[in-house]
T-cell receptor, first 112, second 109 residues
């Protein structure tokens, strides 16, 4: 069966510091991978998606970037965090674009 | 108008009640419909996935889709305290996913 892992679960970072969140999927190959941010009462905001190694599409211009160095690894990064980057970040995958997405347990990011 | 509208609640029911959660949508191109359950501090978990209009049942859960009215529902029978969570509807067309903002449900023992 397929599983998706995200870490860390919780992160507290000062303003201006760098960020690296990692997501890996097991039990499948060549998945589509997604990064979302979830804000209370505002639903899920798609940040990036990737259909293959090195292929990244950005949905919202912002202070964040994403990379996919390996088939089942997806990384969300920032060089300098802003207060507005606080939130709950979720990674998701599906095998084909018209199949439901499956989510990891998220990273709660607090910026001080 | 938002693509997907979902009443945020909160909804509070006694144990054993039948719960009805609903979403409306505006885009008639939506082809696939999903319900996710999200516990506090966890990621959404896929509950139901349907394609066509009509009902799909899985244990205590029934998903209903009415494409003519652009309306989907999730029914929970014999609700349990463990059903307390936020429920998100989601819809898909092509490679575009749209999520509702979620309805918070509490089942009181």
């Amino acid at each position: 069966s397929q599983t998706i892992h995200q870490w860390p679960a919780t992160l507290v970072q000062p303003v201006g510091s760098p960020l690296s969140l990692e997501c890996t999927v097991e039990g499948t190959s060549n998945p589509n991978l997604y990064w979302y941010r979830q804000a209370a009462g505002r639903g899920l905001q798609l940040l990036f998606y990737s259909v293959g190694i090195g292929q990244i599409s950005s949905e919202v211009p912002q202070n964040l970037s994403a990379s996919r160095p390996q088939d089942r690894q997806f990384i969300l990064s920032s060089k300098k965090l802003l207060l507005s980057d606080s939130g709950f970040y979720l990674c998701a995958w599906n095998r084909h674009y018209d199949q439901p997405q499956h989510f990891g347990d998220g990273t709660r990011l607090s910026i001080l | 108008q938002k693509e997907v509208e979902q009443d945020p609640g909160p909804l509070s029911v006694p144990e054993g009640a039948i719960v009805s959660l609903n979403c409306t949508y505006s885009n008639s191109a939506f082809q696939y419909f999903m319900w996710y359950r999200q516990y506090s501090r966890k990621g959404p978990e896929l509950l139901m996935y349907t394609y066509s209009s009509g009902n799909k049942e899985d244990g205590r859960f029934t998903a209903q889709v009415d494409k003519s009215s652009k309306y989907i529902s999730l029914f929970i029978r014999d609700s349990q305290p463990s059903d307390s969570a936020t429920y998100l509807c989601a819809m898909m067309t092509g490679n575009q996913f749209y999520f509702g903002t979620g309805t918070s449900l509490t089942v009181i023992p």
